[in-house]
């Protein structure tokens, strides 16, 4: 039985991603140094330790466990607090992917995937956006990710093991975190059921590109097993925000009280992924229609709030 270990394991796509390739029929130990990912979220059979990725106590346990594949997630994701705290976003998803990379190399590793972002690509010249497109790096949080990718690209190069980078659109669903800077499906599902005020940042205009959380994790798992290079995981269809947040409303069968708020500085006015690389080279595409996907959102969130 081939061993995954998944680093950010309890977080809302690491927590998904283990129970997919547990079902697959791999053996998965997670990490995880509980920042921001939660306990109840891995699965009581998967065994895991509460470390972080920077320490050599997490180099010990890849060369003592040795997986057949590492799955990279843990990562500072708030693009706001990478602006108030750089450094510590640096160390995180730089430091802390060149110490999983460098924990890996040279132990006849099938794969190593890279869990990347749409952040990295900035206001985009052409929606929906191909891998190989201009990147715009607006944030440290999109530098530092960029930078782990360049540092996988330079292990793979040299021979010290294979690699793959997937690059997510908006990822959504159950267990993402609404509160702080969590994703703004999960801020306004949790806001339409506690009949709070829906807060839309600026006119609403800006758009993005929403995958449900079980396609992207299906797609993270292909990649895993067959892909190289970079691969974009998304839908490709664009909705404003002020839409969603209509959606959301239709979708839990009430009027969202929505308010507007000062739009974020630098805020990316569109964002759209290509997924057309993905669909030819892994043969996978988005199946989850955003209605179908919100449905089960929000069946989740009235089940904890």
């Not at 797609?219 to 490709?236: D, Q, V």
Request: hydrophobic fraction near 40%.
């Amino acid at each position: 039985m081939n061993r995954v270990l998944v680093t950010g394991g309890a977080g809302f796509i690491g927590s998904h991603l283990t129970e997919h390739l547990i079902r697959a029929g791999y053996q998965v130990a997670v990490v995880d140094d509980l920042s921001t990912g939660q306990k109840s979220n891995i699965p009581k059979t998967v065994s895991w330790r509460k470390l972080d990725v920077r320490t050599q106590a997490f180099r010990s346990l890849v060369r003592d466990w040795r997986p057949d594949y590492i799955c990279h997630l843990a990562a500072q994701l708030s693009v706001v607090d990478s602006v108030r705290e750089p450094t510590k976003d640096a160390s995180v998803n730089i430091l802390g992917t060149v110490n999983t990379l460098a924990a890996a190399a040279g132990r006849s590793l099938k794969k190593f995937l890279f869990v990347s972002t749409a952040a990295v690509y900035g206001q985009a010249r052409e929606i929906p956006t191909p891998e190989d497109s201009d990147l715009q790096l607006n944030s440290p949080y999109a530098v530092s990710k960029y930078s782990a990718e360049q540092y996988l690209s330079l292990f793979e190069s040299n021979g010290q093991l294979p690699a793959v980078i997937v690059r997510l659109s908006n990822v959504y669903g159950p267990r993402q975190r609404y509160s702080g800077e969590g994703g703004v499906a999960a801020k306004f599902a949790a806001a339409v059921l506690s009949n709070k005020k829906l807060v839309i940042e600026g006119r609403g205009e800006q758009t993005r590109d929403f995958l449900y959380v079980s396609d992207a994790v299906q797609g993270l798992i292909i990649a895993m097993e067959k892909g190289r290079g970079i691969y974009n995981l998304s839908t490709g269809q664009e909705i404003s925000i002020r839409e969603l947040a209509v959606k959301i409303g239709e979708v839990a069968g009430t009027v969202p009280n929505v308010t507007y708020a000062p739009a974020r500085p630098n805020d990316v006015k569109r964002s759209s992924l290509s997924p057309i690389r993905a669909k030819r080279d892994l043969g996978w595409q988005a199946q989850t229609p955003l209605t179908d996907g919100l449905r089960q959102t929000l069946k989740w969130f009235k089940e904890i709030l």
